[in-house]
């Protein structure tokens, strides 16, 4: 995990990479001339003594500032090597550089890992700069007064120039914002499997890669998919299990982080404990795992008290008011991971690629409140079906998650739904592309918050890739979602996480403290968002699960960090 920051034009880059030192506690480098500043903020993991940023080209025409991992940067050495390319440093971001040299933007095709990264050119001052197929690393950017900015937080991009609110329907509706829009005017995020190249004049943005359909998949029995799935699996937790410092999984006592626990080895484990409240608490089954393992658990049980102290500091290392409660656990398991490790594998991905989510069952299902394991979904079941009667695959799926009164929000789903694509496909689709980024930089923000890095194995394209090519009832069969995923794991963990039916994930008991002992602050936040302009319908409970209350006490949350003075 590194902070990066650079300004093609006029600013300062110091005030830049400043904001970003918690990202890289462990030093700071600097590259300017006439045109282009960079600079980068270092966290530590892979080639210690040698990989100081940036990092220059043979002739040091070229220098490039790098956030993440390649980690098929040993293989890609060779291959370069082989080309005639001269190394000076172990360091995965010099893989980064050469390969531009050798295949110009094409080098992101070879490159397996999570990055955003920055390369400029002197000669033909021009900036390339790129985010990873999914998004697992962050990169904002933005040109103001002829001036391009552009940062892993926005927080270095306020230091300068001052921006103002840009609230859209999408976020009201889908509770983040869509498609690069931020909810700061005029700073975009670049899309996952973009790039972006500036040469002082335009501006060009372009996708560098899609899911790609593969016919031989359709032609292969559950069998012989489950261990290509098993194998994929254990490749990518092999090549992200590499690095010079400690590593450790956040494990919820479920059948994705239990996998990477055990195909990991690794000693350090880390829970969330809800004890008081049943219906959140996993406890059980991570010390099971823990047990089984022989490793160390390292369990946090959070309270309301402390939700209320921490939440504005989440808030402000979020940049936006995501609207999950469990960045609250994701923010406090970093904190206890601090000092004790400084690179967190976390299972992110595994649901959407396989059909993990209740509502996926709750979509497809006839009658979803007779199966026993959703009855804990009951509110939310009740309420989408008032509504999803007569309704076509889009609508019925959109009105299972939209939030807001914006029925023209409909519009970004669509896409996602074509005939050529299979109903569950779809929605998995739509939220690889709309739910996906915004848990995924919660992952990011709360691991920076603390110096860690979180890595993502189940998000290695090639998984990605096998996922939407396999039949639906492999991921959905017989009321069992990631069906596939379990029988890929079927031998490598115990049956008793397989077979569960009582999966939350990792949630935080918010509305039971919001509606008890934080009732007079929610009261008070609310009120404070209303003054700012806003109407409030309360009213569209979801029950337990529901996060109505979370998203506008978060909004108010970012007004106070970001605009405190800002009304409609």
């Known amino acids: 995990m590194c902070g990066i920051a650079g300004i093609y034009g006029k600013g300062n880059i110091k005030q830049m990479t400043d904001a970003l030192i918690h990202r890289g506690p462990d030093g700071e480098g600097f590259y300017n001339n006439q045109t282009v500043s960079l600079g980068v903020r270092r966290l530590e993991i892979i080639a210690i003594e040698t990989g100081n940023q940036p990092i220059y080209n043979e002739d040091r025409t070229q220098a490039i500032i790098f956030n993440g991992e390649i980690y098929n940067y040993n293989a890609l050495r060779k291959t370069l090597k082989n080309k005639g390319h001269l190394f000076s440093t172990l360091s995965d971001t010099e893989i980064i550089i050469h390969a ?29 700069i790129a985010r990873d197929r999914l998004g697992v690393k962050p990169l904002y950017w933005s040109f103001v007064n ?35 829009k931020t909810l700061f005017k005029n700073i975009n995020s670049l899309l996952p499997a973009h790039y972006l190249i500036f040469d002082g004049t335009q501006i060009k943005i372009k996708r560098y890669w899609e899911i790609n359909i593969d016919e031989r998949y359709a032609k292969r029995d559950l069998s012989e998919l489950s261990d290509e799935l098993q194998e994929l699996i254990t490749d990518s937790v092999t090549l992200q299990n590499h690095a010079e410092v400690p590593i450790g999984v956040f494990i919820s006592g479920g059948l994705d982080s239990t996998l990477l626990t055990y195909l990991s080895g690794q000693k350090k484990l880390f829970t969330c404990s809800y004890q008081t409240d049943s219906v959140f608490d996993e406890y059980k089954y ?15 049980t959070p309270t309301a008290k402390e939700f209320e102290a921490e939440f504005k500091n989440i808030i402000y290392h979020l940049d936006h008011p995501i609207a999950t409660a469990s960045s609250f656990s994701e923010f406090m398991l970093a904190k206890k991971a601090r000092g004790l490790v400084k690179v967190v594998l976390g299972g992110q991905g595994a649901d959407e690629l396989f059909a993990g989510y209740a509502r996926y069952l709750i979509y497809l299902a006839k009658n979803p409140l007779k199966i026993k394991w959703l009855k804990d979904y009951s509110a939310l079941i009740n309420f989408y079906s008032k509504k999803e009667q007569n309704l076509t695959p889009v609508e019925k799926y959109f009105y299972l998650i939209k939030r807001g009164p914006f029925p023209e929000c409909i519009n970004h789903l669509k896409p996602f739904f074509q005939d050529s694509v299979s109903a569950l496909n779809s929605i998995c ?21 603390y110096g860690l890095e979180n890595r993502t194995p189940f998000l290695d394209h090639r998984i990605v890739e096998f996922a939407f090519n396999i039949p639906d009832n492999f991921k959905i069969n017989r009321n069992t979602t990631k069906f596939i995923l379990k029988q890929a794991s079927k031998n490598l963990i115990p049956k008793r996480i397989i077979n569960r039916k009582d999966k939350k994930g990792l949630v935080t008991p918010v509305n ?5 002992e934080l009732k007079s602050w929610k009261n008070n936040l609310i009120s404070k968002i209303k003054k700012r302009g806003f109407k409030i319908d309360l009213n569209n409970s979801r029950g337990l699960f529901d996060r109505n209350l979370y998203n506008l006490i978060s909004l108010e949350m970012w007004f106070e960090n970001f605009f405190p003075d800002y009304e409609r």
């Open 286 to 300: 991570a010390a099971f795992i823990a047990k089984e393992t022989n490793a160390e658990l390292h369990t946090i």
């Open 146 to 180: 002829n001036n391009l900015y552009f940062a892993s937080e926005i927080k270095a991009i306020l230091t300068q120039y001052k921006s103002s609110p840009e609230l859209t329907e999408d976020f009201f509706c889908f509770e983040t914002p869509l498609f690069g």
């Open 429 to 449: 689709l739509s939220d690889i592309a709309l739910s996906l980024p915004s848990l995924l930089t919660m992952n990011d923000r709360a691991a920076s918050a």
């Open 512 to 516: 039971i403290w919001l509606n008890n």
């Open 100 to 128: 531009y040299e050798e295949w110009d933007v094409d080098c992101l095709s070879h490159l397996n890992g999570i990055f955003a990264f920055a390369i400029y050119n002197k000669n033909t001052k021009k900036l390339f």
